[in-house]
């Protein structure tokens, strides 16, 4: 990582901001997008001088190009940043089964577009799915699809934009801050029911799934390839 610059959307909080601290650890540097300026001057000033950060919003397209207007090359993109919700087929309105799609599909699909030709050759792309693509949950059919859409989405960047290397990474439930926000009984709800689905029976941290990460970004002979850092979520 050293003297390499890594671009982070979503870097401010959870699994963004763990593969961040990393990269500037091992000695890069980071540019970090968010929505919240205030979440987004509190992770700057934790990371140091490695670090500096832009408001982006991934749902607007113009956002996301005035995002990387300024950077003028860049050699690992990672886009996690978004937020959505999920529901069964006949109970949730259009808008929000359309939500992930929006995000966390069109989101990620725009910063590649918009980095692509600014990527070092010996670059790389990260893409967040989630392992929801393989075993979907009952409640979030359109969320399923969206990370089984992310998946391919991938492997067919990853021969478009040769020789720069495109990977996904598909965790299963990461106890980050996503579910520190959320209602107690819900996160400890889903908690009991990932760790029995699992076979090491508990949720990851966002540690294990931030290396899975930075594993895909470094290994120069990875492409195309779909890691799932799920505790064995999808073999059960
Ligand atoms: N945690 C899990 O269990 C899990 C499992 C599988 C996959 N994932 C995927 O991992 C990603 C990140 O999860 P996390 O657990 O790290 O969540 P998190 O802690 O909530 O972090 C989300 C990050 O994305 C930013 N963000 C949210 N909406 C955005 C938008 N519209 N535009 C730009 N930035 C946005 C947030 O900052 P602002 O709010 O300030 O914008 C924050 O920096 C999600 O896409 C999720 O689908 C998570």
Known sequence: ?????????????????EV???????????????????????????????????????????SIAAFFEPLTRLDHLFAPGSSYGRGKLLEISDELAESPFRAKFWGQYYAVKNAAPKIAKTGSIVLMAGAYSVRPPVDGAAYAACNGALESLGRALALELSPVRVNVVSPGMIDSDLWARVPSEVREQNVASFSRDTLVGRPGTVAEAAEAVLYLMTNTYTTGSVLYPDGGFSLR
Not at 1 to 17: N, P, R, W
Not at 31 to 40: I, M
Not at 43 to 51: E, I, K, R, Y
Request: glycine content about 16%.
């Open 20 to 62: 961040a601290r990393r990269v500037v650890e091992r000695g890069g540097q980071v540019v970090l997008g968010g929505r919240d300026p205030e979440r987004l001057e509190r992770a700057v000033s934790t990371l140091g001088a490695a670090a500096s950060g832009r408001t982006v919003d991934v749902t607007d397209k113009s």
């Open 1 to 17: 990582m050293k003297d390499q610059l890594v671009v982070v959307i979503g870097g401010t909080s959870g699994i963004g901001f």
